[in-house]
Structures are given as structure tokens and as C-alpha cells.
């Protein structure tokens, strides 16, 4: 018989949709196996502060298809200090939870490793973050239905941008990285595309602008990977229709929208498929790595090489994203 019995859950970190269905999966799991299973609140600032409760299957009814956590989110400055991380595994023991799942990006899985390297516990990561930036699997739990958002928004968009003749930048959201945005703007036939990873200049956007302009289109849309900067598409917009006054130029910043609404049906299973495994390969004593989908496979990825190695941008993406905007 394994020696973990008893499992704790979290979510940590941005807010993903698939979330509540993860911690659904882990929970069933957990009953399935006749292990016991409990949710932490608040991430890492709930288990330093005891927001621990045991679970069961009524716990969990009626939540895979909600956006948002059940379990709430934090980010803990405290857990980063030793004695915070203390603190955490005092309140773990005193509920008896010899393992755990963390569903987060690599804040999260950061702070896990740390942590079971200290603590001798074992800890399984799962990719919750809209951003598809973690190495090891190739989507994460929540970034379909962050795709599917703004493809919806920019659709909307369109309509009344091309009912006034206007250029439309619409900003969603990247820190680091283009993966919402090139998929977003493929499926929503954007014009132009400005990422992270591949850094548009002005003169660069005014030419493809330009050429859309001599084939008498009524409105373009380009979309923006946020890059860190909140706003970036504001300065973009300004710099734009100073230089180029063919279109009536508009901002639109979709912002936290993204990582709101229902989940659609991949982020629901996929993160229905991660959970379940989270659960077997703690019994099966396997630790410190995070838990993806490669090539419809379930993969397990160190946590360093998780964290350290992004998931870099499919250049491929990229060029067929260039190739429709003629």
C-alpha cells in the first residue's frame, strides 16, 4: 500500500478557467482510491494560515463547468522566508496531509519545489495558467478557453469596426509570452499580430496596415500580446495614427476578461485527465514535477524544466498567421 493518504489541493496564482475541474478530479480521485482529500484556501497563504478543509464528492458537485477557483487564489510574499514555509508544513501535519497537489504556473511550482526539498513531502504540479507558457506539456488548463474569449471579443470587434472604417488594436493578455494573441488573432483573421517573442516595429505595422489599405479594406484589427505592460496598445495606438490617418484608430483592452467564464469542453477534460494522473502518481510515490499532456500523452516534467525551459511560441503559427493577413 502506498504511504500517502491523505492530499491536499490547491490553486495558486492567476486565476485559470478548469480550475474547479481539476480540483474536482483530484477530490473524485482521491474517493476513488480511498484516499483522503482535502482543499487548501488561498494557495500558500492558506496552508501558512491553517485554511484547510477535508473534502468529499458533494464538495466538488456542480463546479467543472465555473470558471474561477472554489479554493480562491493568493500570492504569498510570507511562504517565499523560510519561517513562512515553516508555518505551512506545521499546518499540513496538523491535518495530517503527507502530500500534495498545486495547480498554478511556475510561481506556484517554484515555491513547491522548494518546498518538498525542505520538507521531504511529495508534491504533483498541474498547469493552470491561460498563458501556455510552461515547458513540458502542450497546452495548459485554461488557455482554450482564453483563446475562445478573445476570439469572441475580436469577432465582436470587427463588427463595429468595419461598420465605421476604424483600425482597432485590441490588447489581451501575455506577460511573457504571444501564445493567446497569435492564436486568437488567427482564428479571428487579424491583421497584424505584435508579440513578446517577435517584436513588431512601428514601420513594420504601417506597411502591412498600408497594403491593407490599397486593397480597399474597411477596417483592420490588430492584435496586441500585453508584454508585461498593461496599456502597451495605448502607446502603440497614439504612435500609429500620428503616422498613419487612413482609419479612425480605437483601443481595446480585454484585460481580465480572459480568465473569466465557463470552460470550454478541452480545458474540462484535460484538466479532469490531469488530475486524475496527479492523484496515481502520488500513490505511485512519483514527486517534484509537474504533470502535462504531449502528443495526447500524459508527461511528467521536473519542475526545474518546467519553470526554466518556456514553451516557446510555434513559429509555424506565426507564419501562417502572416500568410492569411494578406
Given at each position: ?275 486524475v494522473s496527479a492523484v496515481e502518481y502520488l500513490i505511485d510515490g ?41
Amino acid at each position: 500500500m502506498s504511504k500517502v493518504q491523505r492530499i491536499g489541493v490547491f490553486t495558486s496564482g492567476g486565476d485559470a478557467p478548469g480550475m474547479n475541474a481539476a480540483v474536482r478530479a483530484v477530490v473524485r480521485a482521491c474517493i476513488y482510491y480511498k484516499k483522503t482529500p482535502f482543499g487548501i484556501y488561498r494557495g500558500y497563504d492558506g496552508m501558512i494560515s491553517g485554511e484547510i478543509k477535508e473534502l468529499n464528492s458533494r464538495s466538488v458537485s456542480n463546479i467543472i463547468q465555473r470558471g474561477g477557483t472554489i479554493l480562491k487564489s493568493a500570492r504569498s510574499a510570507e511562504f517565499r522566508t523560510p519561517e513562512g514555509r515553516k508555518k505551512a508544513y506545521e499546518s499540513l501535519k496538523k491535518h495530517g496531509i503527507d502530500a500534495f497537489v498545486a495547480i498554478g504556473g511556475d510561481g506556484t511550482f517554484r515555491g513547491a519545489q522548494i518546498f518538498s526539498q525542505e520538507y521531504d513531502i511529495p508534491v504533483v504540479g498541474l498547469p493552470g495558467t491561460i498563458d501556455n507558457d510552461l515547458n513540458g506539456t502542450d497546452f495548459t488548463i485554461g488557455y482554450d478557453t482564453a483563446v475562445n474569449t478573445a476570439a469572441s471579443a475580436i469577432d465582436k470587434v470587427r463588427d463595429t469596426a468595419s461598420s465605421h472604417n476604424r483600425l482597432f488594436f485590441i490588447e489581451v493578455m501575455g506577460r511573457h509570452s504571444g501564445q493567446i494573441a497569435v492564436r486568437s488573432s488567427i482564428a479571428a483573421g487579424a491583421e497584424a499580430t505584435m508579440i513578446p517573442e517577435e517584436p513588431m516595429s512601428i514601420d513594420d505595422l504601417i506597411r502591412i496596415l498600408e497594403r491593407g489599405a490599397d486593397h480597399k479594406k474597411s477596417s483592420s484589427l490588430v492584435v496586441v500580446a500585453e508584454g508585461g505592460e498593461t496599456g502597451r496598445s495605448i502607446n502603440i495606438a497614439k504612435e500609429v495614427q500620428e503616422r498613419f490617418s487612413h482609419y479612425d484608430t480605437k483601443v481595446t483592452i480585454l484585460g481580465h476578461l480572459l480568465r473569466g467564464g465557463s470552460p470550454t469542453v478541452a480545458d474540462r477534460v484535460l484538466a479532469s485527465q490531469l488530475g486524475v494522473s496527479a492523484v496515481e502518481y502520488l500513490i505511485d510515490g512519483k514527486t517534484g514535477g509537474m504533470l502535462g499532456v504531449v502528443n495526447n500523452q500524459i508527461k511528467f516534467t521536473p519542475f526545474d524544466q518546467a519553470t526554466q525551459n518556456v514553451h516557446n511560441l510555434d513559429p509555424e503559427m506565426m507564419r501562417i498567421a502572416a500568410i492569411l493577413s494578406v
